[in-house]
């Protein structure tokens, strides 16, 4: 089993910035993919930001209306992937989940997790 644990969000704002932070523990051989995702009010969860590994190097995605304002990083050696938010506006408002995908086990026997953090809440208002 894999637990993710977030820290940051809060109040701030607009035109300010937070930083959202999320580790993980556990039963974990390897990780596939670190991100964020965010659900609004009466709206469907989207992606954020996410970044994967891979034996090409892996990727960095993200959502086009955090582009150029969020920068998401991770620490492979701690197994923490971090969300800066800078810029922040009222649309950002919203319950930020850390997701983890990736295999437990061991190299004779892995099964893939898919684990998602309880949520920690963004707000952006003056």
């Known amino acids: 089993q894999v637990q993710l644990v977030e820290s940051g969000g809060g109040l701030v704002q607009p035109g300010g910035s937070l930083r959202l932070s999320c580790t993980a523990s556990?039963?974990?051989?390897?990780?596939?993919?670190m991100g964020w995702y965010r659900q609004a009010p009466g709206k469907q969860r989207e992606l954020v930001a996410e970044?994967?590994?891979?034996?090409?190097?892996?990727?960095?995605n993200y959502a086009d209306s955090v582009k150029g304002r969020f920068a998401i990083s991770r620490d492979g050696a701690k197994n923490t992937v971090t969300l800066q938010m800078n810029s922040l506006k009222p649309d950002d408002t919203a319950v930020y989940y850390c997701?983890?995908?990736?295999?437990?086990?061991?190299?004779?026997?892995?099964?893939?997790?898919?684990?998602w953090g309880q949520g920690t809440q963004v707000t952006v208002s003056s």
């Open positions: 997701n983890v995908r990736g295999d437990s086990g061991s190299s004779n026997y892995r099964y893939s997790f898919d684990s």
């Open positions: 970044v994967t590994s891979g034996t090409s190097g892996g990727s960095t």
């Open positions: 556990g039963s974990i051989f390897s990780i596939n993919a």
